[in-house]
């Protein structure tokens, strides 16, 4: 079964610093998906970025970006720039793979609350 | 206009008692989920139905009953509540086999006193 691990249960940044979340995750599977999803106070979750795993490119999404390290199964999150507004809860996913079709579904890491330093 | 849309956001009941949450999307997805958030914010999967199939059962009690009546809808009922239910259950839709992210609705909060 897959397994996802966020290690670290709390972090903090200075705004307008950089941060990095870390997630690491076990898949005999080749062809699967990750994903980093944001939950603020409000409790929506909001998906921040998206990797697939047959691409060697790290996935960028304006100020955030991953480093996604297949062989060593790590998929960390980088937050430029880091901006009141980024507080929140922030969750690492893992996604089987597509050909598993309908029987695709999520597993998420334990989570990581990020505060921002005014 | 809400993609993946939860009634209700909050629930308070007492123990013993049936409750329904009601989830709809708008995206055409053929596939939708049902997570719970417990009290350490950790999310699991329930149940998935693709075109109203159960697909997915995560060893829920029997006292959790999906139902969807069409690939746009998914209701969770639960019966006879306990003080243990109490949790965030977020409903969620995705495309199956297609490279998308899932979409989540906002939550709804049952509170079991």
């Known amino acids: 079964a897959q397994t996802v691990t966020q290690s670290q249960p709390e972090m903090s940044v200075q705004e307008a610093e950089t941060v990095t979340l870390s997630c690491t995750y076990d898949t005999s599977e080749s062809d699967y998906y990750l994903f980093w999803y944001k939950q603020p106070p409000s409790r929506q979750m909001i998906l921040v970025i998206r990797?697939?795993?047959?691409?060697?490119q790290n996935a960028t999404e304006n100020r955030f970006s991953v480093n996604f390290q297949k062989a060593a199964k790590s998929f960390s999150l980088k937050i430029s720039d880091s901006q009141l507004g980024d507080a929140a809860m922030y969750f690492c996913a893992y996604r089987t793979p597509p050909y598993t079709g309908a029987n695709s579904k999520l597993t998420f890491g334990k989570g990581i609350t990020l505060s921002v330093r005014p | 206009d809400t993609a993946v849309s939860q009634t209700p956001k909050y629930l308070v009941t007492q123990m013993g008692n049936d409750k329904s949450i009601k989830c709809e999307q708008n995206l055409g997805h053929d596939t939708m989920y049902w997570y719970k958030q417990d009290s350490k914010k950790f999310l699991k999967i329930m149940f998935s139905y693709n075109n109203k199939e159960l697909i997915i059962n995560e060893t829920v009690p029997n006292r959790f009953s999906p139902k969807s009546p069409d690939k746009a809808h998914l209701n969770l009922h639960i019966n006879s509540l306990e003080l243990g239910d109490s949790a965030v259950y977020f409903c969620?839709?995705?495309?199956?086999?297609?490279?998308?992210?899932?979409?989540f609705g906002q939550g709804t909060r049952l509170t079991v006193v």
């Open positions: 969620a839709s995705s495309q199956a086999g297609a490279e998308t992210e899932a979409f």
């Open positions: 990797q697939e795993a047959y691409k060697q």
